[in-house]
């Protein structure tokens, strides 16, 4: 604080090296010009985000594109064909995206999820194998969790991968699993010892998803869309070296997945939530809104945003700083889920009446209408929001467990 | 882009912080004999080392002049307090006044009986005004931030008394803080002062950078800073049951200052007003 030793420009020049500074540096100013312009250079038309979408055959290009110029495993080690980039390159990368309101890369299940959990648990084969075609979306992955009687619980799941000694054999039923019908791979957790004790009877496979008994059918949500897939396994033949970790051992391999799942999640919502509260601005001033109480939540969710993006920002930092997530980085997606949830209703209150019309070519054509209905799925997917606020109150505040 | 405070902002808050612990009413004299008093006005530290000791204070419910202080940064030995929404915190502890038209009064006037008995407000006396240095509208964002560091500083305390007392407290044979009743409710009190306080931060750092945000920022900490500061209030006291409601127990008198600044210079539905202005220019 005082400058008792040092001369005032020693003081003013170390404060520039170290200390809050929200600018980014020269580094990060020219990964975000260079982002920046290679959006601008190669995002198919047919790619711009839309309301309503499934995945395109364009978007298979797009993400073709992201992993040529090194944008799929920015934050993954060289040795797996990543860029081995800092996480602020990850946080730039995805809040350029979210501003040129470019589609993600296809392959989010295999960059986020089963990429890092193949290369925690497993062996150089199966890294060879997967690894690389996952960044080049030359493979697609999906996730086979949740089923209809295993939601938040996890570890109640009743799909049996059984060891038949030649291989696994595996029957039952996934839901909620997005990218399942141009998916490649699954990465699977079932029951595989079904008479040892819960959180060490499951195994964790990788399952081709085009073996003979597996169909996937699309789930229609009250959208009207089908963004998520049902998996029906009936007698599917997993080859044994398929399997990540040990049979018996996939609830830890399964933390594994949802550990990354949640991890960088925050500057993908961040910047999510900062294109929906530009739109609801642009709405509010071409509806000319005067009303004051709409004025209060429109500015509320403005501030909500600042405060998810800081957050963020802090939590980038302790990340960055100690390699381990801070407790800053848990209440994202929390927060983010209702905050979109109150905007996306905000702007049907200032459509007014037409905030019933899904089409003719008012409004942005159900833009709103359709955000507003999915934004219902976001206190429930990756973590419901009960289940978010167990982990808060149990990790971060020390709380007794409830259950 | 980088938000962690320097290795040397670090020491100051772990020294603060335990010199608070010990000292929580500290006289100016104490505070001038530690480096603090001035630092602003001296140039020998930054708002955001001010904003570690602002946070601190709040923790413990300092109630004394120096925030005001070292937010109106005039020069001299004089200590001064600045006249908010027509009334003086801490009227006979200083010497001078600065009131928002930017004149320097004498410190004298009718002290008043508050719902915070710690405020010390007055109503000042006109006399002995002459210009003082600075601009009002410089003032006024770094008089906003201090507000929201102070909240910050009082919603953690709150919310960490609370929390310690759930996982103590046992009913029906199990420790409250198991149920979730009582535990989803903290959360959402943590996950506001969370969010609070990175837009403090976010507020300090734009004060001292003199960021073209800085008008906007401080507006949107005060506004969920002290916000969430009262609702921690009120949710702590709701998890201590009967004794939170109790003038012996401490909680009423952070849920009192919370209660103050959520008010002072507007509730946060004047500052989302500033904020919606804006966004949507009308």
């Keep these: 604080m005082r400058c008792a030793a040092a001369t005032q420009s020693e003081r003013c020049s170390r404060r520039k090296l170290e200390g809050v500074d929200l600018r980014d540096t020269p580094d990060e100013a020219a990964f975000r010009q260079e982002v920046r312009a290679f959006i601008a250079e190669n995002l198919p038309e047919a790619s711009k985000l839309r309301g309503a979408r499934r995945f395109e055959e364009a978007d298979r290009e797009w993400s ?29 990368f995805l809040e350029e995206l979210a501003a040129a309101e470019a589609p993600a890369h296809q392959g989010v299940i295999g960059i986020g999820m089963a990429g890092p959990t193949i290369m925690a648990w497993g062996t150089d084969e199966q890294k060879n194998r997967y690894l690389a075609k996952i960044l080049t979306a030359e493979e697609i992955w999906c996730q086979g969790f949740s089923e209809p009687g295993a939601g938040s619980d996890l570890a109640s799941v009743r799909t049996r991968i059984e060891d038949r000694g ?9 839901v909620w699993s997005s990218f399942a019908h141009i998916a490649d791979f699954c990465i699977l957790v079932g029951l595989g010892l079904p008479d040892a004790p819960r959180y060490q009877n499951l195994t964790y496979v990788i399952a081709d998803m085009h073996a003979p008994g597996v169909e996937v059918r699309p789930l229609v949500q009250i959208t009207g869309q089908a963004e998520f897939n049902e998996i029906f396994f ?19 391999v399964a933390m594994t997945t949802l550990l990354h799942e949640r991890g960088t999640l925050g500057f993908a919502l961040a910047a999510t939530l900062d294109v929906a509260v530009r739109k609801l601005i642009g709405l509010a001033k071409e509806r000319a809104v005067t009303d004051p109480l709409l004025r209060d939540r429109i500015a509320r969710e403005w501030i909500e945003l600042q405060a998810v993006r800081y957050t963020n920002y802090r939590a980038l930092t302790t990340l960055t700083k100690t390699g381990i997530p801070g407790p800053e980085g848990s209440i994202s997606k929390l927060v983010w889920s209702e905050a979109n949830q109150r905007l996306t209703k905000l702007a049907l209150e200032i459509l007014g009446s037409h905030a019933q019309l899904m089409d003719g070519g008012v409004d942005g054509a159900g833009y709103w209408q359709y955000q507003q209905l999915r934004s219902r799925g976001n206190t429930i997917e990756a973590g419901t929001s009960e289940i978010l606020r167990n982990i808060v109150a149990e990790r971060v505040l020390g709380l007794p467990r409830s259950r | 882009m980088d938000f962690s405070f320097t290795p040397e902002q670090e020491d100051l808050r772990r020294e603060a912080r335990a010199f608070l612990e010990a000292n929580p009413s500290p006289t100016m004299d104490q505070l001038a004999d530690l480096g603090w008093v001035g630092m602003l006005q001296s140039g020998d530290a930054s708002f955001l080392d001010a904003a570690v000791l602002f946070e601190e204070l709040g923790r413990v419910l300092y109630a004394g002049p120096f925030v005001l202080n070292e937010v109106a940064e005039q020069p001299g030995e004089d200590v001064w307090s600045i006249e908010i929404d027509g009334f003086v915190p801490h009227l006979d502890a200083v010497d001078r006044v600065l009131t928002p038209d930017m004149q320097g009064a004498t410190a004298a006037g009718e002290v008043l009986t508050t719902v915070d008995e710690t405020l010390g407000l007055g109503r000042l006396a006109a006399n002995g005004a002459e210009p003082a240095g600075g601009e009002w509208g410089e003032v006024r964002r770094r008089l906003l931030a201090a507000l929201a560091l102070e909240a910050v500083g009082i919603g953690s305390k709150a919310l960490e008394l609370a929390i310690d007392y759930v996982k103590e407290r046992e009913q029906f044979g199990r420790k409250i803080g198991a149920y979730q009743a009582v ?100």
């Design chain 1, 166 to 174: 030649e291989h696994f054999l595996v029957n039952g039923q996934k």
């Design chain 2, 183 to 282: 535990s989803h409710s903290l959360v959402d009190a943590y996950v506001a002062v969370e969010l609070a306080r990175s837009l403090a931060y976010w507020a300090a750092w734009c004060v001292a950078e003199q960021d073209g945000q800085a008008g906007v920022a401080v507006v949107a900490a005060k506004s969920q800073a002290a916000e969430a500061a009262v609702a921690a209030c009120e949710r702590s006291i709701q998890a201590h049951g009967g004794i939170g409601f109790t003038w012996e127990h401490p909680l009423h008198r952070y849920y009192k200052r919370a209660l103050w600044l959520e008010g002072a210079l507007g509730y946060g539905r004047e500052q989302r007003a500033e904020v919606a202005a804006s966004l949507l220019p009308s």
């Design chain 1, 64 to 92: 073709r594109r992201l992993g040529e110029a090194g944008y799929a495993g920015l934050t993954w080690p060289a040795e797996y064909g990543g860029a081995g980039a800092p996480y602020s390159h990850q946080a730039i």
């Design chain 1, 234 to 252: 009936t007698d599917v033949q997993v080859p044994k070296e398929n399997v990540l970790g040990e049979i018996g051992g996939g609830w830890q």
